[in-house]
């Protein structure tokens, strides 16, 4: 007895399967059976495949119609018999079912097995998994068939010494493993396929059986037709490293062009592309293989990390992104996204933020040149600049040097991100602002800081340009009056010139401002009202030729006042006149209020706290939850009484 789901393969069945451990059947070994509907004898085989706790544990061996069967069958010499032809139509039974299309034949053979008593129980519904076509959801019907193979075991050791020897990388290496699986397991290749495109397999069949394979520019014998199908795509495509390059000819694009440094490639065709490459290519070129490097970079995919595809309705239109932020904008979110051989999610929101950050590109670099930024001349000696230009070269040195070694080890994203925050945060948001004086006042110092500036610019454009093509382009030439940046050096890092000394106190800068920037959000101040304010101590740490540069930053002037308000910083103390800053009534009647639903919360997470009953029942993340809300109350109340003691009486 053993059950089916499609019971019109049964006319292709060899023989009945078991366990050779399962004690049911071991009696019933090399006995035969009858087939029903078709009166064949067919043998009862043992094979460690079939699983005894499945059904029955007698399964029916269909080779020509199943994977796993015709394996079985090879290992038994189980009879291969088709049962249906190409089009999915009963053909070669000898039964009254051929001519039925496949759908039809299901059905009517269990009718017809029911008549004679053959079924004795049906389970509906019944799950099972069946294959199906991606194109037209038809369901695939395995079918034994005459192909062209390619034998792969001396060239996949072959493609997987290479790897193994470190004739070729794979990066990321943790992507070698898989590498690896597929090549130490490749069976061979069936490389025909019955399709309308493709290239013609050139293999010409005489009118006697006759076979001859004719090259470029042979011909066949007259009367000698050529065999129908094409090459597999992966064929054709793991040609391509050497084929277009004049082979077997040794031209001179073939000496120069192969192997090629660098192939780029998503892991999901690590198989079906890059080893058919490795396979090809090292047998055509004589063991020389196609390429020193393997990047493997993920898939993209929607915002919400699934992948994309029609049926889903999530696949993004790029040209869209591209007429709305524009081409720089998209290519940067994808360089930013690329970790090595893991996928991305892409959302627009991410491609608008690149816009944003092109945009601030974009008026730094007009705010530059009406500035006068320029790269005429040499570059000022570091002994003749000041501590923020020597700041803002030590941090363009470093970029680029880290970016370098980012972009070599293929860490596209950390090198996006590098640059990013170089850009955005070191230079716009802290050097031009800490410039402006410098530049208000003009000069000599000006006119080195504007130097500096054009410098900067110059080399951070060359940095950005693989990653945001267009408008460094525009920028660039617009800046420098060059050629293109596209033929120009990129840039280059000098680490010897390092000035740790500006970096300190530029670091000291940036630390003072952000004190007085959050003293002054503490105390309700307008991030734009200028307040008047007294800057002691600044010469105790080297600042004091940088007060302009700190007072244009934070918005503090110089003159007499009431000071009654301060904040302190280390050796720095900066004292500040209110009046008129802020309306202190309100001021003090918000923070109050603030400090007494501060005060309310931390008392009722005392309670709570020291309540031994509900301690003892409250899950643990809840009791932690408490004790968080406890320390940042007692902080805030803290932080806020400190902020009423300094408000003016």
């Avoid at 079912?97 to 029911?114: N, P, Q, S, T």
């Avoid at 049906?122 to 005459?146: I, M, W």
């Amino acid at each position: 007895m053993f059950g089916s789901l499609e019971f019109f393969l049964e006319f292709g069945d060899g023989a009945v399967a078991v366990n050779p451990n399962d004690e049911r059947y071991k009696h019933l070994v090399g006995k035969k059976v009858l087939l029903p509907l078709v009166d064949r004898m067919i043998p009862i085989i043992a094979d460690e495949l079939v699983d005894p706790e499945f059904g029955t544990g007698a399964v029916k061996v269909t080779a020509a119609h199943d994977p796993n069967d015709f394996e079985m069958g090879m290992r038994h010499g189980v009879e291969l018999v088709i049962i249906m032809n190409e089009h999915g139509v009963m053909a070669g039974t000898g039964t009254k079912f051929d001519g039925m299309d496949r759908f039809d034949a299901r059905k009517a053979v269990v009718d017809e097995l029911r008549k004679l008593g053959r079924v004795v129980a049906e389970k509906r519904p019944y799950v099972h998994a069946v294959g199906h076509c991606q194109r037209c959801d038809t369901t695939v019907e395995p079918r034994l068939s005459k192909q062209w193979f390619v034998k792969v075991a001396p060239l996949a050791k072959a493609a997987g010494d290479a790897v193994r020897d470190g004739r070729v990388k794979i990066e990321p290496e943790q992507m070698s493993p898989r590498y690896f699986e597929w090549v130490d397991n490749m069976h061979d290749w069936c490389i025909s396929r019955q399709l309308w495109w493709g290239h013609r397999i050139p293999v010409f069949y005489g009118p006697n059986g006759e076979v001859v394979v004719c090259g470029p520019d042979e011909k066949p014998p007259a009367g000698y037709v050529q065999d129908p199908d094409v090459l597999d795509t992966w064929f054709s495509s793991a040609l391509w490293p050497f084929s277009t390059l004049g082979w077997p000819e040794k031209s001179p694009d073939l000496k120069k062009f192969y192997p090629t440094s660098v192939l780029v490639t998503g892991y999901d065709i690590l198989f079906f592309w890059v080893a058919r490459m490795m396979i090809m290519g090292l047998f055509a070129m004589d063991g020389k293989q196609p390429f020193d490097v393997i990047v493997l970079h993920g898939l993209v995919r929607d915002q919400f990390g699934k992948k994309m595809s029609k049926s889903r309705g999530n696949t993004i239109d790029p040209i869209e992104f591209m007429d709305k932020y524009g081409s720089d904008a998209l290519r940067f979110t994808l360089a930013r996204g690329a970790n090595p051989g893991t996928d991305q999610a892409l959302a627009e929101d991410w491609v608008a933020g690149s816009r944003n950050f092109a945009t601030k590109l974009w008026n730094a670099t007009r705010f530059a040149m009406l500035n006068g930024a320029n790269v005429s001349g040499d570059l000022p000696a570091t002994d003749q600049l000041n501590a923020i230009d020597n700041w803002i070269l030590t941090r363009l040195d470093q970029t680029i040097a880290e970016a370098d070694e980012l972009f070599e080890k293929f860490e596209f994203a950390k090198a996006c991100e590098l640059i990013y925050h170089f850009a955005w945060d070191d230079l716009c948001d802290w050097y031009l602002e800490l410039s402006k004086s410098t530049f208000s006042a003009a000069g000599g110092e000006a006119d080195k800081s504007k130097r500096v500036l054009g410098q900067v610019l110059d080399q951070l454009l060359r940095l950005m340009h693989p990653v945001m093509p267009f408008i460094t382009e525009q920028m660039w030439c617009t800046l420098t009056q060059g050629e293109s940046l596209m033929i120009a050096d990129w840039p280059k890092s000098d680490l010897s010139s390092q000035d740790f000394s500006s970096v300190k106190l530029v670091e000291q800068m940036q630390a003072i401002i952000t004190e007085v920037r959050r003293f002054r959000n503490d105390q309700g101040i307008k991030s734009t009202a200028k307040v008047v304010a007294k800057f002691t101590g600044l010469s105790k740490v080297g600042l004091d030729k940088y007060e302009a540069a700190i007072r244009h930053v934070v918005k503090c002037e110089a003159g007499a006042g009431n000071f009654t308000a301060k904040t302190q910083i280390g050796d720095v103390v900066i004292e500040f006149d209110l009046t008129g800053a802020v309306d202190l009534v309100a001021e003090r009647a918000r923070l109050t209020k603030d400090l007494q639903t501060a005060q309310k919360d931390r008392d009722t997470a005392k309670v709570k706290l020291e309540n031994d009953g509900f301690m003892a029942k409250a899950p643990m993340e809840v009791v932690t939850e408490i004790r968080e809300r406890l320390a940042q109350t007692s902080s805030d109340i803290e932080r806020i009484t400190a902020l009423l003691e300094k408000l003016p009486k």
